[in-house]
C-alpha cells in the first residue's frame, strides 16, 4: 500500500498504522487538547492545511433520514415528472420501457448503491474520489464535474419555464392564459388554434375556415406553449432575441437556488423533508382525476406495449439505457457528495434500495397521469396517441396545463401543480450545484474551502449567463442538444463506465465489498459483486457500440432536423467531458517520473486520504479475525494515509 506524507510517498503496509495505533493505546488527546487542536484546524490563518482534510469540516446529516430524504429530491425530481414521459413517449413507449428495466436491474441500483457507499466510506465527493482509488482515473472525476457543470447550466431553464407559467396561474382569474384560443387572439393564438373542449364548434373556427382537418388543429394549451412561453422560432438558425419574461424568471430560479445551497446541503436537511413529499400528494390527486377522463386506458395501453421494431434503434436504447443514470443520479457526483455526509456506519444499502424503489415508482406515477391525458388528448381529437402533440421537451408543459383545466377550480390547481414541478426541479437544481461545489472544494480545499460562499455565487452568475441562448426564441432547440448531449446519452455512458472499471477492477470489488461490510456491519448479497464487476460494463458497452453501428442523427419533434453543424455542436458538448479520461490518463504517465511500468503501477495504486472511523473499523475488523502476529503479517492495501495524522485522528474519534 502507498502512505502519503508531506514530502514523499512511502511504500508501508497497513500493519504500520495498526502498530502505531497500538503503540499510542488509542487513549492520545484530552477533551480539551482535543478542543484546542480543533481550533487550531478551524482557524482561517497558518496551519490550515491539515484542518483542510479534517472530516468535521464538511459537517454531517441531522438524522439518517435527511440522507434517505436528501436522496430522495435529488433523484426524484424534474427528471420523472418531465423527462421520463417524454422520453417514453418519443421512443414508442413500451418500447423504451425495455432497455429502461435492463439498465435498472444490472446498472441503475447496483451502481446507486455503489456511488452512495464510496462517497459515505472516503467521506469525500465529487472529482476527488475516482482520483484517489485509481489515480491514472482522475479524468472521470474531471469529466464528472464538467458534466454536472452543462447540467446544470442547462437544467435551471425547466425552472424557469416552471416559474413562468406559475406566475401566469394569476394573469387571468379566475381563469387560465391558456384556457381558451380567444384569450390569445391578438398576440399568441393563430387561426390553427381551436379547443376540442371549447365554446366555439369546429365548423365555425378559424382552422375550418382555411381548410384544415381536426387533426391539424393546434389546442390553446399547445399554441400558448410555444408561441408565448417560448416564442419558437423555425430552427436553430434562428436564434431571434433574449426573452425578457424567461429571462427575470431563470434569474429569480438562479436566486432560490442560491439561498439554499450558500451555507452547504447539510443545512437543508429540514427543506428536503417537506420537498421531496409534497410532489406526491399533488401527482396522486392529478392521477386519479387523468385516470377518470375518457380515453385514458388508450394512452396507458400506448405506454406499456412496446413497438418491436422500434428496438432497431439506437437512440431507444442510449435514451432507455442512460434515463436511469441520469434519474438515480448515477455518474455526476451526485451521490458521492450526498454520501460523504453520512456517518461512517449508516446503512447505506438499505436506502439505496428504498431510494432507487421510490424513484422508479415516481417515474411511472407521473408518466401514468401524462399517457392518460395524451389518451384522452387524442380521444378529443380523434387521432392516434403517438399523433396527439409534438413529442419534445416540452411535453409535460403540453399536459400538465391541459389536465388542470379538468378540474375545478382551475386556477388553485394549476398553483399547486407549478408548486410542485418548481419543488421537483429546485430539488434537483441545488443538488446538483452542491454536488458541483462539493467536488470543487474538496479537490482545492486550501483555496476555495475559505471562500466557499463567494465562489458558489461566482459560479451562479456564471452559469445563469451561459444559461442565457437557451431563453431566445431558438433557445429550445439548442436545450435540447443540451439535454441529450451534456449530461445524458453517450457522455454519461462513458463516465459511468470508466469510474466502474476505476473502482471493481482496478481497486477492487472485493476489497470495496469488505469496506461496505465495515460500514453496515454485514455481508452484502454478492449479487452487487457479479454487477459491478460484470453485467453493468457489458451493458454499457453493448449499448455505446449499438449507438454509433445504428447511429441516427437526433431530430426535434418529428420534423425538424438539425444541421450539420447542429449536430458538430452536440458532438463538442459530449467530448467536453468526456475527453478528460484519456486525456488525465495521458497526462498522468508523461508527468509522473520514474519508467513506464512504475508510473503505470503507481497510477492504478489506490491513494486514499481515509476517514478515521476507517481505520477504527478495520482495526476492529482485524482484532475480530485474526491475532495480533497474523495481523502483522497481512498488508491490505486500503488505506493510503499520513501515518501520524490519522492514527491521532482515530483515536480522537474513539474518545468521541
Known sequence: MVVTTDKEVLTKPFNFIVKKAKETGISGKTSSEAEAGSGETSGGGGGGEKGAGSGNERGEWSSQWDFAMSCIAYAVGLGNVWRFPYLCFSNGGGAFLIPYFFSMIICGIPLFFLEVSVGQYLGVGGMSVVGQLCPIFKGVGYSAIMMVFLENVY?????????????????????????????????????????????????????FEIGLAKNETQSSVEQFWNNQALGISEGILHVGGVQPHLLACLCIAWAVVYLVVWKGLHNSGKVLWFSAIFPYVILSILCVKALTLDGAMDGLYFLFTPQWDRLMESKVWIDGGTQIFFSYGVGIGALLALGSYN???????????????INTFTSFFSATVIFSILGFMAKQKGVAVQDVVQSGPGLAFLVYPEVVLQIAPSPLWAFLFFIMLLTLGIDSQFCGVESLMTGLVDNWPHVLQPHRKKFTLAMVIFMLILGIPMITNGGVYLFYLMDFYAASGMSLLWCVFFQTIAIAWIFGAKKFYLCIEHMIGYKVNWYWYVCWVLLAPAFMLFIFVFYFIKYKP?????????????????????????????????????????????????????????????????????????DSKAAEARDVEMLLVQPDEQVQACTDVQQS
Open 554 to 626: 437526433i431530430t426535434y419533434g418529428d420534423s425538424y432536423e438539425y444541421p450539420p453543424w447542429g449536430e458538430a455542436i452536440g458532438f463538442m458538448i459530449s467530448l467536453s467531458s468526456m475527453l478528460w479520461v484519456p486525456g488525465y490518463a495521458v497526462y498522468y504517465l508523461l508527468s509522473t517520473p520514474g519508467t513506464w511500468r512504475e508510473v503505470l503501477a503507481k497510477g492504478i495504486t489506490p491513494v486514499i486520504n481515509a476517514r478515521p472511523e476507517a481505520i477504527q473499523a478495520e482495526l476492529k475488523y482485524r482484532e475480530a479475525t485474526m
Open 155 to 207: 437544467y435551471i431553464i425547466v425552472v424557469t419555464w416552471t416559474l413562468y407559467y406559475l406566475f401566469n396561474v394569476f394573469v387571468d382569474m379566475p381563469s387560465l392564459p391558456w384556457s381558451d384560443c380567444s384569450k390569445g387572439e391578438s398576440s399568441w393564438a393563430d387561426e390553427k388554434c381551436w379547443n376540442p373542449d371549447g365554446h366555439v364548434p369546429f365548423n365555425d373556427s378559424k382552422a
Open 343 to 357: 456517518k461512517f456506519h449508516h446503512n447505506c444499502h438499505r436506502d439505496a434500495i428504498f431510494v432507487c424503489c
